[in-house]
């Protein structure tokens, strides 16, 4: 199978390494060395967006090394997406396609300058004289054939992000416009590797795993709890960019979510840096769609709590969340009697389908749906114990290793709120 990546700004060509790690480990049933991603870098570089800050001296040297300048920046570029990476991109074959780049003819007319290929051999010996360290010999580099396709063939309504274009179909074309990109192709990449994967299996298997009774869904009103387990702020903030993703429900996902927290993040104040990210988040991101502080405290934020009140605390928000509107004798009693369903490896674990969006589906999709609460474990250690004693389900994703949190939570999203 082949990935095209259209990468739209320079500064995305790091970020998309997270994203060929987890198309690696999902790949459970393809080799890695069938597995192609072709890197468009669809850009212009400015090797000299600081020219007017140089003195003399430095602009006739910089005007003169223009090409130089930009081969080392995208020599930065490549190294930094193969260690986002951790490696997975070293496994792969990898093409990168050079982006152009603005040759200014000198220091004072911003208008005169022209736009040229990085010859590959620039970009080469860059990578050479860096004493190796960032020489990657089973990367490969090609020249842009066509200016032209920076400015017409990549706008987001040309590339096809879906990846149901038949069951011949062995590629798949992504846009990456924003960071949060990465995170949203996840799904995408997860049900295609699932299309070309299951030729590798017996069509009895895939029969025995996917035709189960069609998906009946809850209502919007019982959508179910989210716990997200975080170690990081950085995950905390693309976690709730995913959430606000699904805005549009008539039930907040942001105000279903629960964040927990390590214990010993209370000593260093983890929670107030936690806080910053949430304040950060309702000023720049939901009061920009016209919700009013008010509206953003009470309904689409989340609940901060540690790893230590958790259990009490989830208790009686699923206490809550689930009885509202029953009558007092319908009401649950005990955490045994709601669906509470842990993302972790588990030996009686449901696996995940990557046929979701067919018209019958995996018995994992249907727990995920009528869930109460979903609880997704820290990176590095899982489900704490004192809250792993409450599931009474589970849901693994199918992967040569553990993928990261913000993955795991965008593909599972997108399987519970995919027929909605």
């Known amino acids: 199978g082949t990935l095209h990546l259209h990468i739209q700004n320079e500064s995305l060509l790091p970020t998309v390494g997270p994203l060929l790690r987890t198309l690696l480990r999902l790949a459970v049933h393809i080799p890695p060395q069938s597995l192609r991603a072709i890197l468009y870098c669809d850009f212009i570089l400015d090797p000299l967006h600081k020219l007017s800050k140089m003195s003399a001296l430095q602009q006739r040297d910089h005007l003169g ?3 130089e300048i930009a081969a080392r920046k995208m020599m930065n570029a ?8 951790m490696g997975s991109g070293l496994c792969l074959d990898m093409v990168i396609v050079l982006p152009c780049y603005w040759r200014r003819r000198d220091a004072d007319d911003d208008n005169g300058k022209e736009c040229l290929l990085i010859s590959k051999v620039a970009v080469e010996q860059a990578m050479e004289s860096n004493n190796h360290d960032a020489c990657y010999p089973s990367i490969h580099l090609e020249e842009r054939i066509d200016n032209d396709i920076i400015f017409n063939g990549c706008a987001n309504n040309n590339i096809d992000n879906t990846s149901d274009g038949g069951a011949e179909s062995s590629s798949i074309q992504l846009s990456v416009s924003t960071r949060m990109c990465t995170v949203r192709h996840q799904p995408l990449l997860f049900r295609w590797l699932h299309q070309i994967g299951s030729r590798n299996q017996s069509v009895a298997e895939e029969t025995a795993h996917s035709i189960l009774p069609l998906l009946t869904r809850r209502g919007d009103h019982e959508m ?11 995950n905390l903030h693309r976690i709730l ?3 606000h993703q699904y805005r549009h429900r008539s039930t907040s996902v942001l105000s279903n979510l629960i964040v927990v927290m390590p214990d010993e993040g209370e000593r260093s104040g983890l929670k107030q840096l936690f806080q910053g990210a949430i304040d950060h988040f309702r000023e720049t991101i939901l009061n920009q769609d016209g919700a009013s502080v ?3 405290d009470e309904d689409c934020l989340p609940t901060l709590m540690y790893e230590g009140e958790a259990v009490p605390l989830l208790w009686s928000r699923l206490h ?10 319908e009401r649950t009693s005990s955490p045994q009697e709601h669906s509470i369903i842990g993302i972790d490896l588990h030996p009686n674990a449901l696996t995940l389908s990557g046929r979701y969006y067919a018209t019958e589906h995996c018995q994992a999709q249907v727990a995920l749906v009528n869930a109460d609460a979903v609880i997704f474990g820290y990176e590095s250690t899982g489900i704490p114990r004192n809250i792993d004693d409450l599931l009474n389900n589970w849901v693994q994703i199918p992967s040569r290793s553990s993928i990261n949190l913000v993955a795991a939570m965008s593909i599972i ?8």
């Open 294 to 296: 008010h509206d953003s």
């Open 241 to 243: 960019m995913l959430c």
């Open 413 to 420: 999203f997108d399987a519970m709120f995919s027929t909605s």
């Open 320 to 329: 809550q969340h689930n009885d509202n509107g029953k009558h007092q004798d």
């Open 224 to 234: 179910p709890l989210i716990v997200a387990c975080i170690e990081k702020p950085g």
């Open 65 to 67: 090394r223009q090409e």
């Open 78 to 85: 490549v190294h930094m997406l193969v260690r986002n990476s």
